[in-house]
DNA sequence: CGATTGCCGACTGTCGACAGTTTTTCTTCT
DNA sequence: AGAAGAAAAACTGTCGACAGTCGGCAATCG
């Protein structure tokens, strides 16, 4: 019996390593950690009653994924981002999302248009029954990632998850909601349109100005959050 | 002071992770592991002199960077990369360079171009020279890679730098030098040209044919790799 | 003769410990 | 009292060890 090339992900024992590192994922992004804040190892895995080196490992990939930048000699501390870096981030994510709906519209396809379509109306739904900002941001995320999903490149795909890390990070230094209610949902809309209308020109209007706002809500955000 | 001639056999010094991960990272792209190898912690250690736990976190670093992958419980193996994802990489290779460059014909500036320009200097005098393949392809990425840098955005920069790593193993896929003496060198010339000449129409164009050419070099010498 | 099951070696995941370094605290002198 | 310096505490980098798990091999069963 040869094994299947799928390989699917059974009900697979899940490792210190990845669970320390959900764990540490969770609480900076919930600002249980602020930015700059040093990670001693020892209380750490003192905490979670387990020993340092899973607490190391999980330490290192959240370093590689942006979330936690190692001194050597001195240890872990959570990522403060720059004002500057702000626009580095999204100016990356521009680029990447150009690609990717340029890609969509060249070669279109009715069913990612579909799955897409069910993903906005997702969002808004979810918009409307109030739940809290995390669960909206990941919705956003979502469609986003169906996007890069849909180019069928996975190398795109994951570069967009390397950055998604630091997306969250980035709403996690604005704290509360200020604004947003489902008009960001909505605002999905616009970027299917644009693929409807098989037009290269609007795809790429549409991405400029979607990642724009978004980009003018965190830096502004995060401006008002360091003045406060 | 320590000891000049210490008992510790290999190396010793800087960090045992970088070292390690650099060890690792020549010994994948010089071929001295064939793709899908597996890597024994144990053994490697061995042979380096030193414990385990440097090796895994060099292995995780090389992981995050796909140069290798790790199954649970069953170690890490060299990335072997499909014919597929080449594309991939070149795919996302275009979409960084092209917002590059964009970004670089748009803040033109007089000191970046001499900087680039020496630089291709330097790598038509390398490939005069006679250099090895791998001198000359760590020139070529090192005129990208000031590229990057002159855009100012540290975030692309790394983006760039994660999918070098990735593109010295499609290099290493290959194997020795087919043919590209110095035209490959010489071929950065119309990238600058390009730039000078301030259009923006014009810098798309070259670097959509500069990522082409090699794209398709690395594609079809892997794909001779493959048959012989 | 082919398929199944139990055993064996090898290896990874995890742990506790030690040594060297960095940071903090406490002392001492001006 | 304040600053410089020394001792102490805390922490990271690294190590060797142990236990659970995986793949292969052989004995067993149909």
Redesign the interface.
């Known amino acids: 019996m040869s094994e299947p090339s799928d390989t699917k992900p059974f009900i697979?024992q899940r490792?210190l390593v990845d669970q320390v590192a959900d764990y540490l994922t969770q609480a900076i992004i919930q600002r249980r950690y602020v930015p700059g804040e040093r990670l001693s190892e020892v209380s750490l895995a003192g905490d979670l009653g387990i020993s340092r080196?899973p607490v190391?490992?999980a330490a290192?990939?959240l370093e590689?994924r942006g979330l936690l930048v190692s001194r050597?000699r001195r240890g872990f501390f959570v990522r403060a981002l720059e004002a500057r870096?702000l626009?580095?981030?999204f100016?990356?994510r521009?680029?990447?999302e150009?690609?990717a709906i340029e890609h969509l519209v060249k070669h279109y396809d009715t069913e990612v248009e579909k799955r897409l379509s069910r993903q906005v109306e997702r969002m808004c739904e979810i918009a409307d029954s109030g739940a809290d900002e995390g669960a909206r941001i990941e919705e956003d995320l979502r469609f986003h990632r169906l996007m890069f999903e849909a180019t069928g490149?996975?190398?795109?795909l994951r570069?967009f998850e390397?950055?998604s890390h630091?997306l969250r990070l980035c709403i996690a230094l604005i704290g509360k909601t200020h604004e947003a209610p489902d008009s960001i949902a909505g605002s999905h809309w616009w970027l299917l349109e644009a693929l409807k209308s098989g037009d290269a020109r609007s795809c790429r209007k549409a991405i400029d100005y979607h990642i724009g706002v978004a980009r003018d809500y965190v830096i502004q955000g995060v401006h008002e959050a360091q003045v406060r």
Do not use: K, T
């Open positions: 697979q490792n080196a190391r490992e290192r990939l590689s050597p870096e626009g580095d981030i100016d990356l521009l680029a990447l150009r690609h490149n996975h190398r795109l570069a390397d950055l630091e």
